[in-house]
């Protein structure tokens, strides 16, 4: 595959549901582990499901989009699965926009965390989103509505 | 701190280490969990935890460098530091070499699996560079010399 053949929603959507995997088992190993170190990694494996997950629900709107910003992203989705995505996340829509914002490029910013003094992260916020489009993903995709993902 | 900033040896020394702790958390959550997504978290972070590590070695040889390519990292250092940790590795020099070409960009290619057909890792060949930086890194380091790292 080369990089001008558009991947198929089923083959990005499957990834995601691989960066859940890896979330649920990084999760587990979560005891007698230093606490800022376990923060760092859901950070970057939480941001970047988020891009991996935009990119599905992009991909079965055929828009196949590259790039890390979670905003770019996510603002090319239609308005209904915009509003239907906010909907499920609890926040306000002023709120969820200054959100997305402060919180679209963590996965090119931590993995490299030791680069910067001043890096921030709404957790509530990545996982709520992760949730959200998680929950969308299982909407369209009946046959992953199972107790393991 | 700006992108023209050098970062010091400990400081990604110390985020290499973080990145040792993601890797145990990740290994204790295996149980029960499907081998497929579990290999590619373990390349990923595998090799993003080589770069880190290579780069802290650069950085103690004042090399501040960046790019996620091993092999070019891996050639900056001192031919005393790469010939030890080849040899931590126990691969010839020439299999050593061919393997580093082979394995230099898994974390840019495999983060985005899915959008390749014909992706390949040298697992084997991946952990034993990582345990080689780590020794070294340890060796540098003997407060970090505990059974935990």
Same mark, same amino acid.
């Given at each position: ?45 939480? @941001?970047?499901?988020? +891009?991996?997950?935009?990119? &599905? #629900? /992009?991909?079965?709107? *055929? ?26 996340? @609890?926040?306000?829509? +002023?709120?969820?926009?200054? &959100? #997305? /914002?402060?919180?679209? *490029? ?41 107790? *393991?993902?």
């Amino acid at each position: 595959m080369n990089n001008n053949e558009v991947v198929s929603f089923e083959r990005i959507r499957d990834a995601f549901y691989v960066y859940c995997d890896i979330i649920e088992r990084y999760g587990k190993g979560k005891e007698g582990s230093p606490i800022g170190s376990f923060y760092i990694g859901c950070v970057i494996l939480g @941001s970047l499901a988020c +891009e991996i997950g935009l990119k &599905a #629900l /992009l991909a079965l709107e *055929d828009k196949p989009l590259h790039g890390h910003c979670l905003n770019n992203l996510f603002n090319n989705l239609n308005p209904q699965m915009q509003e239907s995505i906010i909907q499920y996340t @609890s926040y306000e829509l +002023e709120s969820f926009n200054n &959100a #997305l /914002l402060e919180n679209k *490029d963590h996965f090119v910013k931590w993995r490299y965390y030791y680069e910067s003094n001043q890096l921030a992260a709404n957790y509530d916020f990545i996982f709520k989103l992760f949730y959200s489009i998680k929950t969308h993903l299982d909407t369209i995709n009946p046959e992953y509505q199972t107790p *393991d993902h």
